[in-house]
């Protein structure tokens, strides 16, 4: 089992940065995959970004790239989400996830164990 708890969301205007946090206990995460997925009102929940916890390799949306940054600090088991020039689109609820393999992947029906989500919301 894996417990996965969020933080760091908020209010910020458009342009601005937040960095998410999302601290995990349980088992040893050396053999799992981080992801991050959003969620806005009435749309389903979508990929942002994941890596590697074991390699550090990282996969990004296209609408994210060059603007949001995944980073973990295995001393700490967190995973981090630095998200910079922000944008109204950007606004849901962002969700942690971890995946029991190295393999990183997109859909959210592979990964395991969640966090119950921080909402970031973008004013423009």
């Known amino acids: 089992q894996v417990q996965l708890v969020e933080s760091g969301g908020g209010l910020v205007q458009a342009g601005g940065s937040l960095r998410l946090s999302c601290a995990a206990s349980?088992?040893?995460?050396?053999?799992?995959?981080m992801g991050w997925f959003r969620q806005a009102p009435g749309q389903e929940r979508e990929f942002v970004v994941a890596?590697?916890?074991?390699?550090?390799?990282?996969f990004y949306a296209d609408s994210v790239k060059g603007r949001l940054t995944i980073s973990r600090d295995a001393a700490k088991n967190t995973v981090y989400l630095q998200m910079n020039s922000l944008k109204p689109e950007d606004t849901a609820v962002y969700y942690c996830a971890a995946r029991a393999s190295t393999v990183v992947v997109t859909s959210p029906q592979a990964y395991d164990y969640w966090g119950r989500g921080t909402q970031v919301t973008v004013s423009s």
């Open positions: 890596i590697s916890w074991s390699g550090g390799s990282t």
């Open positions: 349980g088992r040893t995460l050396t053999s799992v995959t």
